[in-house]
């Protein structure tokens, strides 16, 4: 994408209604975005249908849920787990009785990683075994799916496969220099992007995070051919993140968190839907706003941008609710601290001179520099010291608020997507909170709008 499109509009959901199915292609873990959408889909009174990555054993062997496990994943979801292990990723595949990528990388040290090289040739074997292993499972995963939709049902396919980080200690002690890792224990994003480390790793995103998506829309092909002919219709989304613009100087811009070297997959996964909808298929990416998630904790500062949907809020007419959003968050932080304590440290990171470069959006993802990493991990931690709790966060608040939104867009838009990748920005997560919670407006504005009434009279 040379410029990111920005939904802009309120849709209304017109198509998905009791008894239709939804499909969570991906397994629910924890907090995330998903948990938005699921809500939209609950309400909306559709049938909940899911998958599990499944579990490996003692001898890293792939194995379906337990019926305790089941049990509880059924329990989370909402809906019937269809128990077919759907695993994605080639760092734990290997040929028979050879070394999986994982165990490559444990023979590489601190000392050697940036000039340890792989055998990329071998290394392409594993990832034909996890392909078709993904694959054979994802048929199988498919059957199963088929029998449950009956004619004339329409079936959401909602894809939130992401990650790929190999459990190697060298690169699990590389990520954390790079995404938490000021000062002397700084490292270059580009340094790990240059290594045959950080190639795998790059290859590895893409087969889960983007590849993923790519095979669902394939693989359900005979569905969407089959629902399509009985009068249903069929859509496919997935979560992409390519920044996000929020509130800066009283405007929204673009910004994102650097380095996210994600980047790349997300970026593919925009292709893939792309390539879906020139061919007539109705997939639609969404590139959501930064939150806080179990895996996005990762990255130290990740969370900053989150803190200017405050002021979205109030810019897009929130009112009372809006005013409410502030006080809880005021709430959250230490005696004698102000969300104008808050707000100063985000705007002199916002304004530095060592920001402005990473404002680039063609460059994306760009490399992480020293300078930047220090300002933005720096400004993360003395946010957090800021609070009366550091494990109860202002942005553990506005992620909430974030998921809410995201959720309903997502779902409301998927009726008639406009395109095939677009921007959910703080203006349009904003307008839908406001639009979704009680229209009493502040004094202020209540005040501001009396008189624009007046002078309109007057004229």
């Not at 998905?16 to 609950?42: N, Q």
């Not at 806080?292 to 990255?299: E, K, L, M, P, Q």
């Not at 502030?326 to 705007?347: S, Y």
């Not at 460059?363 to 957090?384: F, G, H, K, R, V």
Request: hydrophobic share 40%; aromatic share 8%; with cysteine.
């Amino acid at each position: 994408m040379k410029n990111p499109v920005a939904l802009n509009r309120l849709s209304e959901n017109t198509v998905f209604r009791k008894g239709d199915i939804f499909v969570l292609f991906g397994e629910l873990f924890g907090r995330g975005y998903a948990t938005g959408l699921l809500d939209e889909a609950r309400r909306a009174g559709m049938e909940i249908v899911g998958i599990t990555v499944g579990r490996r054993d003692e001898n890293n062997a792939l194995r379906p849920l337990n019926a305790d496990e089941l049990a509880s994943a059924e329990a989370r979801l909402g809906g019937r787990v269809i128990n077919i292990p759907l695993m994605a990723g080639f760092d734990l595949d290997a040929p028979a009785d050879g070394p999986t990528p994982t165990d490559l990388l444990a023979k590489m040290t601190l000392e050697t990683w940036q000039h340890d090289k792989l055998d990329w040739d071998y290394v392409s074997q594993c990832r034909d075994v996890a392909t078709a292993r993904f694959t054979e499972a994802l048929a199988q995963v498919m059957a199963v799916l088929d029998d449950m939709i009956a004619a004339g049902r329409n079936v959401f396919f909602a894809h939130t496969m992401a990650g790929g980080i190999p459990k190697a200690k060298v690169f699990l002690v590389v990520a954390n220099r790079i995404y938490k890792g000021t000062g002397t224990r700084h490292m270059s994003s580009q340094a790990l992007l240059d290594s045959d480390m950080g190639q795998l790793v790059l290859q590895n995103f893409d087969d889960v995070s983007a590849n993923t998506f790519c095979h669902l829309i394939d693989f359900s092909a005979a569905i969407r051919r089959r629902v399509e002919a009985s009068g249903g219709q069929v859509r496919y989304t997935a979560y992409g993140y390519h920044g996000s613009a929020v509130l800066i100087d009283g405007s929204y811009r673009w910004q994102t968190y650097t380095n996210y070297t994600q980047g790349y997959a997300k970026m593919r996964l925009e292709s893939i839907a792309e390539q879906a909808w020139a061919q007539g298929v109705k997939a639609t990416v969404y590139n959501c706003p930064e939150i806080r998630t179990n895996s996005s904790d990762v990255f130290t500062g990740i969370e900053l941008p989150l803190i200017p949907l405050l002021l979205a809020l109030k810019k897009e007419d929130g009112g009372q609710w809006a005013d409410e959003q502030w006080h809880a968050c005021q709430a959250l932080l230490a005696d004698g601290v102000t969300m104008t304590d808050v707000f100063r440290k985000i705007t002199d990171m916002q304004a530095s001179e060592i920001m402005r470069p990473f404002y680039d959006f063609s460059a994306w993802p760009m490399a992480n520099s020293q300078a930047q990493a220090d300002l933005t991990i720096l400004t993360s931690n003395e946010i957090t010291q800021l609070h009366r709790d550091g494990k109860v966060m202002i942005s553990d608040l506005l992620s909430g608020l974030v998921v809410e939104a995201t959720g309903q867009l997502i779902f409301d838009e998927s009726s008639e997507p406009s395109g095939p990748v677009l921007w959910l920005n703080h203006d349009i997560v904003a307008r839908r909170l406001n639009a979704s919670h009680p229209r009493l407006m502040s004094p202020a504005r209540l005040i501001q709008r009396e008189t624009e009434s007046s002078q309109l009279q007057i004229a």
